[in-house]
């Protein structure tokens, strides 16, 4: 396998000015930590909290809970015993990162004292209080956090299979950290000689909406590197009729890839792939069905609620989040509007945006918050504002640091940087610093 130079090599594609971008280095981290604080106050209790999940949210959440409840009973069910920086499966997937600096071990992030019962949630049964394991086992709480993340529904893509991602031009980001070194090895062999490739976007909401387009814009970007891009043709081919939710950010990325000749076909959706033969079959909103044929495609996955959440009272029974499942909870609090001694974190939430880290970043200390005034007999007095942040990268050694809320008003944090111009420093910002930046977030410190 061949391998790209470390980013610690790369010169930077354009340069902003050392001072300017060393300067914003050092006011990152403070920023960061202003945007997390949380209250200091703490309470006695004796409440039984379980938290499902132990992604970034459930241990984050964990973290915060531990340090701000004196005698709760903290129980995080999952059975992962690995814990995945999912935000480096893009560089990964592109010949950026190495495979190990995208696993750690779960344990190694959990409060002292915590309880980890090593099972996934089968059952949510609000109105018992109670959740059930995979294997049978019914445990009662007070207090509820649900922070399971999402299901990748491959199934609604007919021949699709995980285990051939990696072979015959296949390949796919989201599964895991194997299946993104798999899609890099893919995608090495597709650059060596150029052809078509077939970059997708689903119809539903998505953990990180901006990976669909990092791996278009970085593929685009190993062809040119290659010297093969001139025999190569890439289409982007999205179930909906935007390839980004932003309307600014939106236009800013087709006008990039108007300028770089990536094509675009809307309203085209995923529904069939025969690997062998290298075709994919695409549908209208009409249900006409096409095929394309591909050297390379790259598939993102429809998503949905997890059985267990989707199935349950907690998840929204009607309304645009209903179809997938999503829970119900206030898009200001992420208390759950039916059960108010439950929240949800992260990518389950049934809200208008927000499956990002950097969601949870914003959103674990206002969670861990309101549980806390719950617990003590008041109203839950902080509001989530729907905060995302996604580094967009355009090429190695250049990114867009992308942040915006529910509304889809952008809201860069960094007055040095412009959230629509592609600087070095926020490629710095994704390969360099977002890690250790994430795993302050996990042990509540931010």
């Known amino acids: 396998m061949t391998r790209t130079s470390s980013p610690q090599s790369a010169p930077p594609p354009t340069d902003p000015g050392r001072r300017r971008w060393m300067a914003a280095l050092g006011a990152a981290p403070a920023l960061a930590a202003a945007a997390g604080s949380a209250r200091a106050d703490t309470v006695k209790t004796r409440a039984h909290i379980v938290i499902a999940g132990s992604g970034l949210g459930g241990i984050a959440v964990a973290n915060r809970l531990s340090k701000r409840l004196d005698g709760a009973r903290i129980t995080i069910v999952d059975a992962k015993e690995v814990h995945n920086y999912q935000p480096g499966y893009t560089l990964v997937a592109t010949g950026v990162w190495p495979i190990d600096k995208v696993s750690d071990r ?35 709480y007070d207090f509820l956090i649900v922070a399971t993340g999402v299901h990748l529904d491959y199934a609604q893509i007919e021949g699709m299979d995980l285990k051939a991602i990696g072979s015959n031009g296949l390949g796919s ?17 597709f650059r060596a000689k150029g052809g078509a490739a077939v970059m997708t976007l689903p119809a539903t909401p998505l953990k990180c909406a901006g990976a669909p387009l990092k791996m278009t814009f970085m593929l685009r970007d190993r062809l040119h590197q290659a010297g093969t891009l001139k025999d190569s043709r890439v289409t982007f081919h999205s179930a909906l ?6 309307k600014a950010v939106n236009d800013n990325v087709l006008q990039r890839w108007k300028d770089l000749g990536i094509g675009v076909e809307y309203t085209q ?3 069939g792939v025969d690997i062998g033969a290298r075709k994919a079959v695409f549908a209208n909103p009409e249900g006409e069905r096409s095929t394309v044929s591909y050297d390379y495609l790259h598939v993102v996955p429809p998503m949905r609620a997890p059985d ?9 029974k ?49 969670v861990a918050d309101n549980l806390v005034q719950v617990i003590a007999g008041r109203s839950p007095a902080e509001t989530f504002d729907g905060y995302t942040s996604c580094p967009l990268i355009v ?17 860069p944090s960094l007055p040095m940087i412009e959230p629509l111009q592609e600087s070095y420093f926020a490629w710095l910002m994704k390969v360099r610093m977002l890690k250790p930046a994430y795993q302050a977030v996990l042990k509540g410190r931010v």
């Not at 798999?182 to 062999?189: H, K, R, S």
């Not at 009729?241 to 932003?246: A, D, E, Q």
């Open 106 to 140: 779960n344990a190694d992030f959990h409060p002292h004292g915590i309880e980890w019962v090593k099972e996934m949630v089968a059952e949510f049964a609000p109105d018992t209080n109670t959740v059930v394991t995979t294997g049978g086992r019914k445990i009662a």
């Open 173 to 189: 980001v989201y599964p895991n950290a194997e299946a993104a070194l798999a899609t890099w090895n893919a995608m090495d062999t």
């Open 241 to 246: 009729s935007n390839v980004f939710g932003v």
């Open 269 to 271: 959706k995923l529904v």
């Open 308 to 316: 267990a959440v989707k199935n349950s009272p907690l998840a929204w």
């Open 318 to 366: 009607d309304g645009p989040f209903a179809a997938g499942g999503w829970l119900e909870v206030d898009k200001g609090t992420l208390q759950h509007r039916r059960y108010p001694n439950v929240f949800g974190l992260g990518d389950i939430n049934g809200t208008p945006r927000g499956k990002t880290a950097a969601t949870v970043k914003k959103s674990a200390p206002i």
């Open 395 to 411: 090429r190695e050694g250049s990114a867009m640091l992308i942040e915006f809320d529910y509304e889809g008003r952008l809201t």
